[in-house]
T-cell receptor
Framework: DTGVSQNPRHKITKRGQNVTFRCDPI?????LYWYRQTLGQGPEFLTY????????KSRLLSDRFSAERPKGSFSTLEIQRTEQGDSAMYLC????????????FGPGTRLTVT | AQTVTQSQPEMSVQEAETVTLSCTYD???????LFWYKQPPSRQMILVIR??????QNATENRFSVNFQKAAKSFSLKISDSQLGDAAMYFC???????????FGTGTSLTVIP
């Protein structure tokens, strides 16, 4: 098992464009989490999935953001009509029930909106 | 709501010496977990150490140990015999026993001086 992977690692986009990130969790991990980390801050929770069900969403997740985990394996995070304030590192983590405290993080996708 | 505060944005330590990173938190929960994560530059977050709030004994992992003061809501990390590879951003994090989202502090950047 190679751990949590995220693609792409870096994304530069122009304001107003849509972007999509992918996260592949550790196999057999049924829980998947998305966090956002801006410069000089710790990660902030965005949303989490148990299998394919999105069970919790932060108020940070505006209506321009949508996350999916269609088959309970990989997940995608899409940002529509990107804004400069969306520039951040987007982190994915996974865990397996019942040990939700053991979240393993991926390397992140760094988004720059110009 | 849970909050985590790291009051030391930057710390430095001589190689082979000991350094302590501070963390305080605020919660009304009685059962929770506390963590220290390490984030090397451009690399993924790695769990350093975990403490269950119901355990009175402080957690230790090789050169890393914590001083957990539940009444004071304090959770400091001690790194002994510091090595160059310890240089990284260190994040203190909180997780409720029933929750799924981590609450992170703003991080402490540790420099190890050869």
């Amino acid at each position: 098992d190679t751990g949590v992977s995220q693609n792409p690692r870096h994304k530069i986009t122009k304001r107003g464009q849509n972007v999509t990130f992918r996260c592949d969790p550790i196999s057999e991990h049924n829980r998947l989490y998305w966090y956002r980390q801006t410069l000089g801050q710790g990660p902030e929770f965005l949303t989490y999935f148990q299998n394919e069900a999105q069970l919790e969403k932060s108020r940070l997740l505006s209506d321009r953001f949508s996350a999916e985990r269609p088959k309970g394996s990989f997940s995608t995070l899409e940002i529509q009509r990107t804004e400069q304030g969306d520039s951040a590192m987007y982190l994915c983590a996974s865990s397996s029930s019942p040990h939700t405290y053991e979240q393993y993080f991926g390397p992140g996708t760094r988004l720059t909106v110009t | 709501a849970q909050t985590v505060t790291q009051s030391q944005p930057e710390m430095s330590v001589q190689e082979a010496e000991t350094v302590t990173l501070s963390c305080t938190y605020d919660t009304s929960e009685s059962d929770y977990y506390l963590f220290w994560y390490k984030q090397p530059p451009s690399r993924q977050m790695i769990l350093v150490i975990r403490q269950e709030a119901y355990k009175q004994q402080n957690a230790t992992e090789n050169r890393f140990s914590v001083n957990f003061q539940k009444a004071a809501k304090s959770f400091s990390l001690k790194i002994s015999d510091s090595q160059l590879g310890d240089a990284a951003m260190y994040f203190c994090a909180f997780l409720t026993n029933t929750g799924n989202q981590f609450y992170f502090g703003t991080g402490t950047s540790l420099t190890v001086i050869p």
